[in-house]
């Protein structure tokens, strides 16, 4: 297949029941630090004030960070609900702080968010546009409000906003009209964004969830990884983000999937399934997972896009009908050169 004909392959993707999932690989092109550097900084910032036994099971965990990586040590040795309390807070501390540095250049018109281009592409049904993101960030909500689009977080309110999904979709109808005995309503074009891992602005109030744009000493719901993670994706409102996420995926008559790796038990029951039943899927990435690689050569229906070097040049590697081949000097797998090539040649 010529890069003409690629591209054409490629456009055809973006119809409807179109389901767009996002993992780490999307914030981290945008600026925001990946599991590494999150290793790095909690290594360095964990230990004063834990309770001895905390200290000694850190003492545990840290070299199976080292050899494994962060999410692999906590796969194999769970922290107790203390030290994972501190990771939690540790990990908001840094990824709030670079979110900020970056919401204030989208805010200052000095950056556009790789997302916020791409949702020009996407056809808005009038039931919202399904997103699934297991990142805490919210870059995604940032760049659909900079493309004109509302988000619909299931949360209702500015202060302490409540979970409530009927509300919150309600909140966007901006017309009803009785037309033929028959109510048809209008709805303002927006994101359904559903976060099974949770999100910055989540805290707890009163045992309750709520959202809070702004910092607050409270500790963020937010679900780390690690054995923990599936106990604690049952809790409110991780439990009914998850539903909803997983909903959307057994509906969709086709995947968009950026920068995620296949790894998340939350999302796993329902995504891959689907996939290996045939559901067309366009899947890029910088590199991918072992799972990711197992679909890409094994389904016929995925397409994958993942960063190569060609010769002496960076181009892309691209899995078509379970067959691998190479593209020179043109990225393919970023989100903003697959945007500039593919949806606005």
């Not at 995604?140 to 309110?157: P, R, Y």
Request: glycine share 6%; proline share 5%; with cysteine.
């Amino acid at each position: 297949m010529d890069i003409d004909d690629l591209k054409l392959h490629l456009q055809r993707h973006f119809s409807d029941g179109l389901v767009t999932v996002i993992g780490s690989g999307l914030s981290c092109a945008e600026g925001l630090p990946g599991m590494g550097e999150l290793a790095h900084y909690l290594k360095s910032t964990i230990g004063v004030g834990l309770a001895p036994s905390d200290v000694d099971h850190w003492a545990k965990l840290l070299p199976l960070i080292e050899a494994k990586g962060l999410e692999a040590a906590m796969l194999d040795l769970a922290p107790t609900s203390t030290l994972e309390a501190e990771i939690v807070a540790r990990t908001a501390e840094l990824i709030a702080k670079r979110e900020q540095e970056i919401i204030s250049l989208v805010f200052a018109r000095k950056k556009t968010l790789r997302f916020t281009r791409l949702l020009s592409h996407l056809l808005k049904p009038q039931t919202g546009l399904p997103v699934v993101t297991t990142n805490y960030d919210r870059l995604v909500e940032i760049a659909a409000e900079e493309a004109g689009l509302g988000v619909d977080s299931m949360f209702v309110g500015h202060f302490a906003g409540t979970l409530n999904e009927q509300e919150s979709r309600l909140s966007f109808l901006r017309e009803v009209n009785l037309r033929a005995k028959q109510v048809q309503r209008r709805y303002r074009p927006r994101i359904n964004i559903f976060k099974p891992h949770g999100s910055l602005d989540w805290y707890q109030r009163d045992g309750n969830p709520v959202r809070y744009s702004g910092d607050l000493p409270s500790p963020r719901l937010i679900i780390t990884p690690g054995l923990n993670k599936f106990r604690n994706g049952y809790e409110s409102p991780f439990d009914k983000h998850r539903e909803r996420a997983n909903s959307a995926i057994d509906r969709a008559s086709r995947f968009l999937i950026i920068g995620y790796g296949f790894n998340d038990d939350h999302l796993e029951t329902h995504l891959t399934p689907r996939i290996r039943n045939g559901i067309p899927t366009l899947l890029l990435t910088h590199s991918l997972s072992p799972n990711a690689m197992k679909l890409a050569s094994e389904c016929p229906n995925v397409i994958a896009i993942q960063h190569a070097v060609v010769g002496t040049s960076k181009g892309a590697s691209i899995f078509i009908n379970k067959v691998e081949s190479q593209i020179a000097d043109l990225a393919l797998w970023e989100l903003d050169t697959f945007i500039s090539e593919v949806l606005e040649p």
